[in-house]
T-cell receptor, first 116, second 117 residues
Framework: AQKITQTQPGMFVQEKEAVTLDCTYDTSDPSYGLFWYKQPSSGEMIFLIY??????QNATEGRYSLNFQKARKSANLVISASQLGDSAMYFC?????????????FGTGTKLQVIP | DTAVSQTPKYLVTQMGNDKSIKCEQN?????MYWYKQDSKKFLKIMFSYNNKELIINETVPNRFSPKSPDKAHLNLHINSLELGDSAVYFCASSLALGQGIGSTEAFFGQGTRLTVV
């Protein structure tokens, strides 16, 4: 079984500052993928960043970076230089790679609000 | 062109009715999903299909029946709708594991907000 935990239901950040959204996971699979998605108030789900469990380097995509600590089973999302448009729900997700299993499990989400 | 499109975007219906939500993807993905997002924003997988074959059914009531006529389409039919079925339903698709290289993130449709009254 796999589990994703996001312990911050809501966070505030000042515009232009960096913010870290926490995500921990639990899985018995040796190989897996970790994802972050953004859901603005309009409702769509937007893929942000991916980290493979065997990737040597932390993933980065523009202002998004993933602080992957495998031993701690954490995959925190760091957003640098926050913008007002970053206000949204953020979901951490995981998918095991074993056996072609396609189940992606999502955390409960963190609502980020960027303050001008 | 929209990568994953689902229709309708809004659906209001009475209890006991039968309704369908359609989903199509033009990404060439082998895998498609249906997710349910409840009022607390929790996303839970309902079904996953790989190349038209059902591979995940997450203890969803059998009033929900997915249909995949081809690998680009995954429709969701719901019989005898109940108040508790009110939610946002997302269709998504992804590369299958081993299909192509790189990450296999899921691409989501815009969601269908179902309201049962």
């Amino acid at each position: 079984a796999q589990k994703i935990t996001q312990t911050q239901p809501g966070m505030f950040v000042q515009e232009k500052e960096a913010v870290t959204l926490d995500c921990t996971y639990d899985t018995s699979d040796p190989s897996y993928g970790l994802f972050w998605y953004k859901q603005p108030s309009s409702g769509e789900m937007i893929f942000l960043i991916y980290q493979g469990s065997y990737d040597q380097q932390n993933a980065t995509e523009g202002r998004y970076s993933l602080n992957f600590q495998k031993a701690r089973k954490s995959a925190n999302l760091v957003i640098s230089a926050s913008q007002l448009g970053d206000s949204a729900m953020y979901f951490c997700a995981m998918r095991p790679n074993s056996g072609g299993y396609q189940k992606v499990t999502f955390g409960t989400g963190t609502k980020l609000q960027v303050i001008p | 062109d929209t990568a994953v499109s689902q229709t309708p975007k809004y659906l209001v219906t009475q209890m006991g009715n039968d309704k369908s939500i359609k989903c199509e993807q033009n990404l060439g993905h082998d895998t498609m999903y249906w997710y349910k997002q409840d009022s607390k924003k929790f996303l839970k997988i309902m079904f996953s299909y790989n190349n038209k074959e059902l591979i995940i059914n997450e203890t969803v009531p059998n009033r929900f029946s997915p249909k995949s006529p081809d690998k680009a389409h995954l429709n969701l039919h719901i019989n005898s709708l109940e108040l508790g079925d009110s939610a946002v339903y997302f269709c998504a698709s992804s590369l299958a594991l081993g299909q192509g290289i790189g990450s296999t993130e899921a691409f989501f449709g815009q969601g269908t907000r179902l309201t049962v009254v």
